[in-house]
């Protein structure tokens, strides 16, 4: 069946270095990919998203590109802020975007 | 334009007590989700709306959770008895048509 697959947390980050967080995805037909972050307290936002294979997704300095060939949608920020420390959602989207499958999340802590 | 919104933020009852949620989605949004969200994983998804009707129950424990979307806008999910193993937070989202998710804050039930 569908279903995504992300890098454990946490993760644990100064200010200003560089982040990646795995996610790989499989999947019959071709979905959308999403990455959503949840702050403390609140409820899932979507971070960026791309629907067809060697889209680039960005948002606020965050970046993933869809790759078919690897069945991966890695998310990376090139300078982390203290106010990225958040849970990662990395996510598929299926049946024409109704079906949405969540990765298990991965926290990120950034260090000042 | 205001968000998802989601009541009580937080309950605490005893097992084998009822409980309910409530969620007002986006105006004009369609389609509503439930979802539940364990501690460390990412949401899965209990039910999705069209309007009025559940298209897809099929993750729902029809034993003891119930639905409704009374109108096809807001909606109350039901947990009657409750039991321990359903201590988690319970997302609502909505989105029109072809877009991404919308997820209020979520609401955090802890079963003693």
């Known amino acids: 069946g569908d279903s995504v697959t992300q890098m454990e947390g946490p993760v644990t980050l100064s200010e200003e270095a560089f982040l990646t967080i795995n996610c790989t995805y499989t999947a019959t037909g071709y979905p959308s990919l999403f990455w959503y972050v949840q702050y403390p307290g609140e409820g899932l936002q979507l971070l960026l998203k791309a629907t067809k294979a060697d889209d680039k997704g960005s948002n606020k300095g965050f970046e993933a590109t869809y790759r078919k060939e690897t069945t991966s949608f890695h998310l990376e920020k090139g300078s982390v802020q203290v106010s990225d420390s958040a849970v990662y959602f990395c996510?598929?989207?299926?049946?024409?975007?109704?079906?949405?499958?969540f990765g298990a999340g991965t926290r990120l802590f950034v260090k000042a | 334009e205001a968000g998802v919104v989601q009541s009580p933020r937080y309950k605490i009852i005893e097992k084998k007590q009822p409980v309910a949620f409530w969620c007002n989605p986006i105006s004009g949004h369609n389609t509503l989700y439930w979802y539940r969200q364990n501690l460390g994983q990412g949401p899965e998804l209990l039910i999705r709306y069209e309007n009025e009707e559940a298209v897809d129950d099929s993750q729902l424990p029809k034993d003891r959770f119930s639905a409704e979307r009374l109108k096809g806008v807001d909606s109350t999910l039901k947990i009657q008895p409750a039991e321990l193993g359903d201590s988690a937070v319970y997302l609502c989202?909505?989105?029109?048509?072809?877009?991404?998710?919308?997820f209020g804050p979520g609401t955090r039930l802890t079963v003693l």
């Open positions: 989202a909505s989105h029109p048509t072809g877009s991404e998710q919308f």
């Open positions: 996510a598929l989207g299926v049946t024409g975007g109704f079906k949405t499958i």
